[in-house]
């Protein structure tokens, strides 16, 4: 146990009794990636997360409370990963010869036997699409909405979603429901070719021609939302008039927030894009031109807990910030946000089908999947 010297406190003697602090600038510090202060877990304290710890255990840590160590505990006899690995924010690290989410399972072969069954032929553990547990791969999930993985086969080697096209994560059709998925390679019924069986044969244009007339300016066919057949594109999902345009160039959702306000009522949307009322800019209008506060009173809204004006990567305007135009990745209240930390599918950041929040997707009704890749919503 820790003696603190007079002034400071905790476990480690880590907090101090005084604080020069402002409440605001001291929250602004405990606040984690998500902007919630001390996860939800702990109490903030100048600056500093004070961890819950109620059960004396002292299982909630982190810098900002985010790792529960409970989730390390055995069910049965209480042990911290069944008394056969370490615990890391909430994740089993096993010793050798265990495995298992709480290193609940011993292993009867060697390490290298292990290793050399989970090898792919391309030479890649569980062709980088598993881990490899006692000599068995398990494959990642990536559709948990389905009965089972896409992603399958003794090494893993087997990925359905290369059966899928774009507009085919509306529905469970492979092989745009014109041909057979076998082991992430579409065989083609009579009358249909294309690497996802989308071209028909009947069609007086050739494939090459078809997709390089649906891409427009694009270098995804139908931006990326949408059903090329024979040169004409039709927009995904059916009924959502959001989604429009020859080559479905236009995406209105652009043009919502986080509450699905579009253009923060200030404007309104063309093709995508906001149109101001007079006296409102910005993306989504949400920065009025005009407004009551001096330049002072508005740098001091828009300084971290630093002291950094907009983190040092825009600039202040009626206390709020305009993060730079030039690093399109920029974005949160201070600018303290990298949206190239988001999930990406087929080249696109969310999938096209949410926006990205701080390094998180958000995605749009119908969407789910750390990428807003995978589609719940009904049928067609």
């Known amino acids: 146990m820790c003696e603190c010297d007079e002034g400071w406190f905790g476990d480690a003697c880590q907090f101090q009794e005084e604080c020069n602090l402002s409440n605001k600038k ?18 903030c304290h100048c600056g500093s997360c004070m ?3 109620m059960d004396g255990k002292g299982l909630v840590t982190g810098r900002f409370c985010e790792c529960d160590d409970s989730e390390c505990l055995d069910e049965d006899t209480g042990e911290v ?7 890391y924010c ?39 699409r598993g881990t490899c547990v006692c000599g068995e791969c398990n494959c990642y999930d990536v559709d948990p909405s389905g009965d089972w993985g896409d992603i399958h086969g003794d090494t893993c080697e087997c990925d359905e979603r290369n059966c899928h096209a774009t507009y085919d994560r509306y529905t469970d059709d492979f092989c745009s429901g014109h041909g057979q998925c076998n082991c992430g390679r579409c065989d083609c ?29 694009s270098n995804l066919s139908c931006f990326g939302r949408g059903q090329c ?19 479905c160039e236009c995406d209105d959702r652009q043009c919502e927030d986080i509450n699905g306000e579009v253009c923060g009522g200030h404007g309104y949307c063309s093709c995508g894009r ?5 006296g409102w800019f910005g993306k989504l209008c949400q920065f009025p031109r005009t407004c009551d506060m001096t330049d002072a009173q508005s740098k001091e809204v828009c300084e971290t807990a630093d002291g950094v004006l907009c983190s040092g990567k825009g600039s202040c305007h009626c206390g709020q910030c305009i993060c730079s135009p030039q690093d399109w990745w920029v974005s949160g209240e201070y600018c303290e946000c990298d949206d190239r930390e988001c999930d990406k599918h087929d080249g696109l950041i969310c999938t096209g089908n949410g926006f990205c929040n701080c390094g998180n997707c958000e995605c749009w009704d119908g969407w789910t999947g750390n990428a807003c890749e995978i589609w719940v919503g009904a049928e067609y």
């Open 81 to 87: 990963c069944g008394g056969h690995g370490q615990c």
């Open 229 to 247: 057949q024979c040169g004409q594109c039709t927009c995904h999902p059916p009924g959502d008039s959001r989604v429009h345009g020859k080559n």
């Open 51 to 53: 961890c819950d710890n």
């Open 26 to 43: 001291s929250k602004e510090l405990c606040k984690n990636q998500q902007g919630v202060v001390c996860s939800n877990r702990g109490t």
């Open 189 to 217: 019924k009579e009358g249909w070719t294309g690497k996802k069986c989308e071209h028909p044969l009947s069609c007086s244009l050739s494939l090459e021609s078809s997709l390089k007339k649906c891409r427009g300016t």
């Open 90 to 128: 909430g994740n089993c690290y096993c010793a050798a010869g265990w495995h298992g989410d709480k290193c609940e399972f011993q292993c009867d072969i060697s390490p290298w036997e292990s290793k050399r069954r989970c090898t792919s032929p391309d030479g890649k553990i569980c062709s980088n």
């Open 274 to 278: 906001c149109i101001c009322e007079e």
